[in-house]
């Protein structure tokens, strides 16, 4: 069964300081990751995926499958990065729905 | 280019009640389709899913049901709501055929309250 699991309800940072949002999972298939943000009042939305190994909005997040990790991080947080985020897990075949941490929301202090 | 409706985006009903929330995409053809709902603390829990018409697989047992009666339709529904179906609901689709059939397009949402 996928599980994923993200251990923060609540983080709350500096503006300038860096972020580290966790996640783990439990997959023994292929796991492919995502991570997701919700804004205030805007739909929930895709960040970034671990193939495409791309830097959105200064964030990046490495899969680590020896400790099954997909933990999101940036250098300096922004007061626009305050949001809720959501690590999702499904597998590279794509023949199985997304399954989502409960969250965890990203509060960005000036 | 693709596009998700849902609606309505809010609703307030008694219990024992029906209930009927509808998603459909435009700009797209045999997508995957998921209903999820979101709650604070808990997450977004997979309710139900599709990969074609009159497919519908469910992954939690509980006092929903779903249907998917046209290729681009995707229908939430209960026949007596409880006061724990309150929540947010959300419909979301995705392309099975492309590299990105995990990445899931999401509708704004149905807040239920259930008095």
């Known amino acids: 069964a996928q599980r994923v699991t993200q251990p923060e309800k609540l983080l709350s940072v500096f503006k300038g300081a860096p972020v580290e949002l966790k996640c783990n999972y439990s997959?023994?298939?292929?796991?492919?990751l995502f991570w997701y943000v919700q804004y205030s009042r805007q739909r929930l939305q895709l960040l970034l995926r671990h193939i495409s190994r791309e830097s959105i909005k200064g964030f990046t997040a490495d899969l680590n499958k020896g400790e099954t990790s997909f933990h999101l991080k940036k250098p300096f947080a922004q007061e626009e990065d305050s949001a809720m985020y959501y690590c999702?897990?499904?597998?590279?075949?794509?023949?199985?729905?997304?399954?989502f941490g409960k969250g965890t929301r990203l509060s960005v202090i000036a | 280019s693709q596009t998700i409706h849902q609606w309505p985006a809010t609703l307030v009903q008694p219990v024992g009640s029906p209930l009927s929330l509808e998603c459909t995409v435009e700009?797209?053809?045999?997508?995957?389709l998921y209903w999820y709902r979101q709650a604070a603390g808990r997450g977004l829990q997979l309710l139900f899913y599709?990969?074609?018409?009159?497919?519908i697989s469910s992954e939690v047992p509980q006092n929903l049901s779903a249907s998917r009666p046209q290729d681009r339709q995707f229908i939430l529904s209960s026949k007596k709501l409880l006061l724990s179906d309150s929540g947010f609901y959300l419909c979301?689709?995705?392309?099975?055929?492309?590299?990105?059939?995990?990445?899931?397009?999401f509708g704004a949402g149905s807040r239920l309250t259930v008095l």
């Open positions: 999702a897990l499904s597998d590279l075949s794509g023949n199985t729905p997304l399954v």
């Open positions: 700009g797209t053809s045999n997508p995957n």
């Open positions: 997959y023994s298939g292929s796991p492919e």
């Open positions: 979301a689709w995705s392309d099975p055929r492309a590299s990105g059939a995990n990445v899931l397009t």
């Open positions: 599709s990969v074609g018409i009159g497919q």
